[in-house]
């Protein structure tokens, strides 16, 4: 074994205590560490799943006629309920659609003649978002089909799929029949063709799904769509993707980022705080594994002094007292990202959503378990520094002098 | 050249000065020595004399303030830090007088200590090495005893055998059974003699005790920083 392996461990070893407690302070330093991180991403990941569950990552739609209203007036739930004063569709829609996936990100595009109307059956009557759809297109931008509570998510002739709160409230099943009607006064009747349930109050209360070529008849826009509803592969990019669609096309095009500006302040200062929180928890582990190595050094000092006495070099020595510190953040970080995982598995297990899905979701990835172990692994090098540049520079003839 | 040869460590007009300004003190006022191949000399003097500072700078642990250190004709002076480590480790072998052992080592990794601190890691071989050293100073029963848990005779053949692991030219012993008793110090020192005689190691070794100082081949006596006398004995 290398001579500066089989010393450090053997110190770790005998200095029971010590060990005990900078590995402790370690492992507790990284157990939070996981859990905090693994806890924060999950619900983050969990509340922008909930926000883009019934939302499009990038909505196009035709270009504003006055200049873009700045980013701030939009909210989120303007976009669910916005109508617009007058319904207008996108110039060439079926061109744009088909060139869409050609622009990087982009990985599937749907159609939508939106607007608002009432549906009613008997006495019963709700005003409703319209939305015209392509069923099969519309289900690669929307994972709706999970999220479906009866029937199925397909559209023949006059059907209609509409929120499961919508549908209680106006007491239908599926094979039930509906009448949806314009403020313009136009009127169509539909069967219910299914009920979804999209975890959005709003949205199971408001929307109501029916075939494009329906809509179009019913809004007045024959052949028209009024928006295209974009995924992008990588959610965090949609901004980009947004932009370059209304730099190519001419037209406005939406990324959920900006339609939800509140949320990702909100999700920007929770990580901020969430950074903070583990720098100070780096912090107190670095000087908690500085101050005991450090006095463990003073301990040892007449025993540094023989050992150079006896032939072991500055380096060697300055090595010793570094690889006690990498050892204890070595097994600090193992220990700890098994207490952490454990800690934040029980926490998910906690309270689970009426669908069994975790209320508090965490998100332990390879990544996090990396990055934790790294740190831990630097913190106690790190740490460790100081006292084992102290013990190398120990003159053996100082401290053997007197026993 | 036979000189050179017959001269193991050589100390040119040595001094040693402690502390700054007002409190300087001049330790060490001009020390002229040479050891010879083989000899076992004694050191004498006064408590505060010098011994331990001399001791520590022929041993290089401790750098003169004047005056050179020859080892084997090398001048050890421009050696750096590692260098006299290195040096150090391979030509010389120390005794102190509390023996000096790690105490979270057994008997037996004290005396391989030395010998894996040089290779920069642990050997089977070396296991052997420092069971046949410990056999030497009859300890090879206790070779797996905790160093805490050895009497002090024990503990200082222990430390015997440690400044032995790396063979040695020059060990320096300083007050060896200084704490211990009579009868298990005259063992001790019969010990270092043994060694002396069978490997031609050459010992240097400070002593309080007359008794013992007049076994040895010279007795070497400093007072106040300067050797007062330097006396060869034929018989011993
Ligand atoms: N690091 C130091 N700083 C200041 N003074 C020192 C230092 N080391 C030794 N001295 C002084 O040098 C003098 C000689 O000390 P040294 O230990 O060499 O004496 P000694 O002959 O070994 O004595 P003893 O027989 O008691 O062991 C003493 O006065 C001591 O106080
Ligand atoms: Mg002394």
């Keep these: 074994m290398r001579f500066e392996w089989f010393i450090a461990i053997r110190y770790l070893r005998e ?50 006629r006055v200049a873009r209203p700045l980013p701030s007036d939009a909210t989120t739930a303007d976009h669910v309920e916005k109508v617009p004063d007058r319904i207008r569709s996108i110039e060439q829609w079926q061109q744009v659609l088909k060139a869409l996936p050609a622009i990087p990100g982009v990985i599937a595009a749907t159609p939508t003649a939106a607007g608002a109307a009432f549906a009613s059956r008997g006495p019963a009557t709700k005003s409703v978002a319209l939305r015209g759809i392509d069923p099969e297109s519309f289900a690669k931008v929307i994972d709706i089909l999970p999220r479906m ?114 949320l990702l302040v909100g999700l920007r200062s929770q990580s901020a705080s969430s950074w903070m929180i583990q720098g100070l928890v780096v912090l107190a582990v670095a000087l908690g594994i500085a101050s005991v190595l450090g006095v463990s050094v003073i301990q040892k000092s007449r025993e540094i ?76 090098t790190l740490a460790a520094w100081f006292p084992a540049r102290r013990a190398a520079r120990l003159e053996p003839a100082e401290v053997i002098r007197y026993g | 050249m036979g000189e050179a040869a017959a001269d ?62 020859l080892l084997d004709g090398q001048d050890t002076g421009r050696l750096d830090d590692d260098g006299l480590t290195r040096c150090r480790g391979r030509t010389l072998g120390f005794v102190f007088q509390f023996h000096h052992l790690l105490p979270e080592f ?41 160093a805490t848990t050895l009497s002090g005779g024990q503990a200082q053949r222990v430390a015997i055998a440690r400044s032995l692991a790396m063979n040695p030219k020059v060990v320096l012993a300083d007050e060896p059974t200084g ?28 002593t309080h005790d007359r008794r013992l100082a007049e076994r040895t081949d010279r007795i070497i006596e400093i007072v106040d920083g300067r050797v007062v006398s330097d006396e060869r004995r034929g018989a011993r």
Aim: charged share 20%; aromatic share 4%.
């Design chain 1, 15 to 64: 200095g029971k205590a010590q060990t005990a407690l900078v590995l402790g302070g370690t492992t507790v330093g990284v157990a939070v560490l996981i859990f905090l991180t693994a806890l924060i991403s999950g619900l983050q990941r969990s509340l922008v799943s909930q926000t883009l569950s019934a939302q499009a990552h990038v909505l196009v739609k035709a270009p504003e």
């Design chain 1, 149 to 262: 509570k009866s029937g199925r998510f397909a559209l023949e002739g006059a059907e209609a799929i509409i929120g499961s709160t919508l549908a209680s409230d106006l007491g239908v099943v599926v094979g039930d029949k509906i009448r949806i009607t314009t403020p313009e006064g136009r009127g169509d009747v539909f069967t219910v063709a299914g009920t979804f349930d999209i975890g959005n109050k709003e949205v199971n209360a408001r929307w109501v799904f029916i075939p494009l070529r329906s809509a179009q008849t019913m809004l007045d826009i024959p052949g028209g769509a009024t928006t295209i509803e974009v995924k992008v592969d990588e959610i965090f990019e949609a901004e980009r993707v947004a932009r370059e669609i209304a730099r190519r096309f001419g037209l406005g095009a939406d990324s959920w980022m900006e339609l939800n500006q509140q």
């Design chain 1, 305 to 380: 002094g023989i050992l150079k006495a006896t032939g072991t070099s500055t380096g060697a020595v300055q090595r010793i007292f570094l690889l006690e510190g990498a050892l204890v953040g070595g097994a600090g970080s193992i220990l700890g990202a098994l207490i952490g995982s454990a800690m934040a598995i029980a926490f998910a297990g906690l309270a689970r959503n009426p669908t069994g899905e975790p209320l508090f979701p965490v998100d332990l990835t390879p990544g996090l378990y990396l990055g934790a172990s790294a740190v831990a692994l630097l913190t106690g």
């Design chain 2, 8 to 69: 193991v460590m050589r100390l040119e007009g040595i001094t040693r000065d402690f502390g700054e300004g007002e409190a300087r003190a001049q330790v060490l006022r001009g020390v002229d020595l040479t050891l010879r191949r083989g000899e076992f000399a004694s050191l004498m003097g006064p408590s505060g004399s010098g011994k331990s500072t001399l001791l520590h700078i022929m041993g290089l642990l401790d750098r003169p303030t004047g005056g050179r250190v």
């Design chain 2, 106 to 146: 057994t008997a037996l990794e004290n005396v391989m200590i030395p010998m894996a601190a040089d290779r920069g890691r642990f050997d089977p071989s070396m296991r052997e090495c420092a069971q046949a050293l410990l056999g030497r100073v009859g300890l090879l029963a206790r070779a797996e005893a905790r």
């Design chain 2, 179 to 206: 704490n211990l008793d009579t009868h298990t110090a005259d063992e001790v020192f019969t010990l270092l003699r043994e060694v002396n005689q069978a490997q031609g190691v050459t010992f240097l070794v400070v």
